[in-house]
Nanobody, 125 residues
Framework: QVQLVESGGGLVQAGGSLRLSCAASGVTFSIYTMAWFRQTPGKAREFVAATYGLSNTYYADSVKGRFAISGDNAKNTLYLQMNSLKPEDTAVYYC???????????????????WGQGTQVTVSS
């Protein structure tokens, strides 16, 4: 059974950095697509970043060049390093997992089968 637990959210000023963590159990990073999504009240959950096998990485245009997705196999933990944060990055950030890969579907919420509970990120201006 897959379990995902996010941590690392908080309040940060614009221009600052945060690193989110997702502790994953029941997942083997080499054969799973792991992703980060985010959601603000009243809006649909949106894709942020994904990785398959911790080698292939994908980013939303809005975060490209500022965010980096990575993982630690030994700790079975996924990370999202967020730099140059903007107020519009404020959201609840969710970790997601899916066995296998599909570059055409990895940006969609429906493809993923496991989700964490989310961690709040607030960026003040």
């Amino acid at each position: 059974q897959v379990q995902l637990v996010e941590s690392g959210g908080g309040l940060v000023q614009a221009g600052g950095s945060l690193r989110l963590s997702c502790a994953a159990s029941g997942v083997t990073f080499s054969i799973y697509t792991m992703a980060w999504f985010r959601q603000t009240p009243g809006k649909a959950r949106e894709f942020v970043a994904a990785t398959y096998g911790l080698s292939n990485t994908y980013y939303a245009d809005s975060v490209k060049g500022r965010f980096a997705i990575s993982g630690d196999n030994a700790k079975n933990t996924l990370y999202l390093q967020m730099n140059s944060l903007k107020p519009e990055d404020t959201a609840v950030y969710y970790c997601a997992a899916k066995w296998g890969q599909n570059s055409g579907l990895l940006t969609t919420t429906q493809w993923y089968t496991s989700w964490g509970q989310g961690t709040q990120v607030t960026v003040s201006s």
